[in-house]
Nanobody, 124 residues
Framework: QVHLVESGGGLVQAGGSLRLSCAASGRTFSSYSMGWFRQAPGKEREFVAAISGSGQTAYYADSVKGRFTVSRENAKNTVYLQMNSLKPEDTAVYYC?????????????????WGQGTQVTVSS
C-alpha cells in the first residue's frame, strides 16, 4: 500500500508559478514511477506529466511542455511539479499517482495509487 499526499496548490495570477509536492509512504519509492494528472470542473481527468523511478525519463502533455517540470527526490520519497507561466486554463485539481513499475507512463489506468488532490486556481 502506498499513501500519497499532495501539497502546494493555491491561487495565483496568470503568469505566476507554483510548485506542487507529493509525499509518498513506503520504502521502495525509487521502484515506482510517478504521474501528475489534473481534472477541471466538467472535464475528464487528463495527463500532465510523468517521471520514471530513477528520475531520468519524464513525459509531458503538449499543453504544459516548456512550462512545467516534473522531478523527484527519492531520498525524501517526494515528487514535485514545478509550474511556471501559469494560465487560467491550468485551473484544476491536481493529483499525483504512483505505479509499481520503474518506467513512466501517460496512461492513468496504469496507476494504482492516487493522492487526494490539491486545487490550483489561476486568475486572469
Amino acid at each position: 500500500q502506498v499513501h500519497l499526499v499532495e501539497s502546494g496548490g493555491g491561487l495565483v495570477q496568470a503568469g505566476g508559478s507554483l510548485r506542487l509536492s507529493c509525499a509518498a509512504s513506503g520504502r521502495t519509492f525509487s521502484s515506482y514511477s510517478m504521474g501528475w494528472f489534473r481534472q477541471a470542473p466538467g472535464k475528464e481527468r487528463e495527463f500532465v506529466a510523468a517521471i520514471s523511478g530513477s528520475g531520468q525519463t519524464a513525459y509531458y502533455a503538449d499543453s504544459v511542455k516548456g512550462r512545467f517540470t516534473v522531478s523527484r527526490e527519492n531520498a525524501k520519497n517526494t515528487v514535485y511539479l514545478q509550474m511556471n507561466s501559469l494560465k487560467p486554463e491550468d485551473t484544476a485539481v491536481y493529483y499525483c499517482a504512483s505505479r509499481p513499475y520503474a518506467l513512466a507512463s501517460r496512461n492513468s489506468n496504469s496507476y494504482n495509487y492516487w493522492g487526494q488532490g490539491t486545487q490550483v486556481t489561476v486568475s486572469s
